[in-house]
């Protein structure tokens, strides 16, 4: 206890100098120092500390200012007609399409790229056009975003199984051999799906690309959510090879928002059916014959207008995160969150108990910079997550609370059983987060939700310390001394009195 005070004690230039010296690797990310400073220094302006980048990454001020020139110069029309200004800007986007898949080596021969809105819609195109049928399965890993947990009610409709691959505490990671034989109990006759996210955005877990490989080497198609890696870490679709992969672009660069990807194997696309047209999508179309014959590609996914102005704003993205490397900043990402778990892991409350709990690794193997965690008081009782959200707030810290649209992961990680669920059900229509944290609670102090933190690009040292000094303060705190907080969180929206 006496060494986690003095630890705390330390002034922010003893603790750097510490960080550095376990964390030599951070001086070779000077760079980032400098675009601080430079691309992101609204941060530092506001005195703000942001620790949501699984959430949505920061834009550099360069990324804006790019892409407002182009905006301010060029006379742009919708796309796909053979005027001058439509012809301008589907010479924009097919150069940015053609970009995105160098980015992530991915030969046009083998892949095609389809804009959509987010991650979620590329998900939910996938879900809609699987051929799932009788005899078929959906097998999902308990760790997923519900973008990828909504796939499964395309799939009960279409009379396909539904199976979940599990992930074990306290790493809460796959376990690989059970997932090895869930994918060869099935039919390989059966069109399969099988979805797993790189990088979880509840724990952090890189989970292993190999999978990717085994799945289809057994007859599956394969799903890769790479919506919480792709921010820090190189996908190489050349190395991995999935059928389908989701992604959102201001997850790994900030702006634009609007923009996201699916991007398809070739050999996989017979597997996809379109379960309907839409303007944009069709080679022909008749209301007398009531026939249509779908474009070939990307285009037949491509519904209605892109969000073309935008589009080009995602090669000037990439471009910025290419200056910097990629590696460079999964390295400075891997160093703060090193330092940030080990660090939080020794606060002890005066009579020695752990402040703070750990959703996942407790160190940077094969895992990315969402920090996932609860705070206790000395009696080890839960803190109001959302009360510390709202207490962070007030210091200029922005943390994520609640489950983080990732129910699967939450539950096996907060110990909920299926007995705990079906008993939240029994809540009806009256079911929410807010009614379900007092259910567990009364229910054996479960908790239901957390408070993550998830360091990018941006963040520098000066961020996780102040997050860690805010973490301390909760020394021989208790729920009583902290205060009741002021908002709810309804379906992951925040609702404040009055409002
Ligand atoms: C792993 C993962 N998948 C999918 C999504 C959905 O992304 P979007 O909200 O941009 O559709 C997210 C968003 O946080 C995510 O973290």
């Avoid at 489950?403 to 929410?432: K, Q």
């Avoid at 998830?454 to 001394?481: K, M, Y």
Wanted: hydrophobic residues 40%; aromatic residues 10%; contains cysteine.
């Amino acid at each position: 206890m006496a060494e986690s005070v003095a630890q705390e004690k330390r002034s922010i230039e003893e603790a750097r100098a510490d960080f550095l010296a376990r964390f030599p690797a951070y001086k070779e990310t000077g760079l980032l120092d400098e675009l601080r400073a430079t691309e992101y220094r609204r941060l530092d302006e506001h005195g703000q500390v942001y620790l949501d980048y699984t959430g949505g990454s920061l834009y550099a001020e360069s990324q804006i200012q790019k892409h407002f020139e182009l905006m301010r110069s060029g006379v742009l029309g919708n796309p796909h007609s053979a005027n001058p200004a439509s012809a301008a800007m589907t010479e924009h986007v097919e150069r940015t399409r053609r970009s995105v898949l160098r980015y992530f080596n991915a030969p046009a021969e083998d892949y095609i790229l389809v804009f959509t809105q987010n991650a979620s819609a590329a998900l939910k195109l996938v879900g809609e056009s699987f051929s799932f049928a009788p005899g078929s399965r959906y097998l999902l890993t308990f760790d997923n975003h519900n973008s990828v947990n909504g796939i499964r009610e395309f799939a009960r409709a279409k009379g396909a199984a539904i199976q979940y691959a599990p992930i074990v505490i306290p790493d809460l990671r796959l376990d690989v051999a059970r997932l090895e034989k869930m994918l060869s109990e099935a039919d390989p006759a059966a069109a399969n799906l099988f979805a797993f996210p790189a990088q979880s955005n509840f724990s952090g877990v890189k989970h292993r690309l190999e999978v990717v490989a085994t799945a289809r080497r057994k007859g599956w198609s394969v799903l890769l959510d790479a919506a919480a890696f792709v921010p820090t870490n190189r996908l190489d679709l050349s190395a991995v090879q999935p059928d389908f992969v989701t992604l959102s672009f201001y997850k790994i660069f900030g702006y634009p928002t609007g923009v996201g990807a699916l991007i398809v194997r070739r050999s996989a696309l017979p597997k996809l059916k379109r379960p309907w047209f839409a303007g944009g999508t069709v080679n022909f179309a008749s209301v007398q014959g009531q026939t249509h014959v779908l474009s070939p590609n990307e285009a037949a996914f491509e519904d209605g207008t892109l969000n073309y102005l935008a589009i080009p704003a995602v090669e000037i993205g990439l471009r910025h995160i290419e200056s910097i490397g990629i590696e460079t900043i999964g390295e400075r990402v891997r160093c703060l969150t090193g330092w940030l778990l080990e660090e939080l892991l020794a606060l002890r409350h005066g009579n020695g108990r752990a402040m703070v709990r750990i959703y996942g690794p407790a160190n940077t193997e094969a895992r990315g910079g969402t920090v996932t965690l609860n705070l206790y008081d000395p009696q080890g009782h839960l803190l109001d997550y959302r009360r510390v959200e709202e207490l962070a707030g007030e210091e200029g810290i922005s943390l994520r609370t609640g489950c983080f649209c990732n129910p699967g992961a939450g539950e096996i990680a907060e110990g909920l059983t299926e007995e705990d669920m079906r008993a939240g059900f029994t809540l009806g229509e009256e079911i929410n987060l807010l009614s379900f944290v007092r259910m567990m609670q009364e229910r054996g102090h479960k908790s239901a939700g957390a408070i993550r933190a998830s360091i990018g690009l941006a963040t520098n040292f000066a961020d996780v310390w102040r997050f860690f000094r805010f973490v301390a303060g909760f020394r021989d705190q208790t729920r009583l001394t902290i205060g009741d907080v002021s908002f709810d969180i309804e379906s992951c929206r925040i609702i404040r009195d009055g409002s």
